[in-house]
């Protein structure tokens, strides 16, 4: 309300609202727990049902932790991968999803192998 020479009057001003700039991060779904009995010495890691609410999703990573260098990801920027040469173990492999707005989630895929 604004006050002019003792008359009371109200001006309305058309709302402004900015678009937000912020990115939604990835939700990552990084193929859960997986056990393998060997001989079977391979698993699949499925990470198609990653998505992002905001946006879409423009690359896939995976990396091993602290696990034997002969174990080997094939696929690992694509949304599915092939763990291979696993021995008895655990181990743990993080997916990491970035979004078209530079975004980024991540899950652990937990294989263990008897």
Do not use: C, W
């Not at 002019?4 to 990115?23: D, M, N, Q, V, W």
Request: aromatic content about 10%; overall charge negative.
């Amino acid at each position: 309300m604004l006050f002019f020479f003792g008359l009371l009057t109200s001006i309305s001003f058309p709302a402004y609202r900015k678009e937000s700039t912020r990115s939604t991060s990835p939700v990552v779904v990084a193929a859960g727990n997986i056990s393998i009995q060997l001989p079977h010495d391979d698993a699949v890691l499925e990470g198609s049902s990653s998505y992002d609410p905001d946006g879409e999703i423009v690359q896939y990573s995976r990396t091993k932790i602290s696990d034997p260098d002969f174990i080997t990801i094939t696929g690992k920027s694509s949304s599915t991968a092939i763990l291979q040469y696993l021995t008895a173990g655990e181990y743990k492999i993080p997916l990491i999803v970035t979004d078209d707005a530079g975004a980024t989630g991540f899950e652990t895929a937990d294989v263990t192998t008897i």
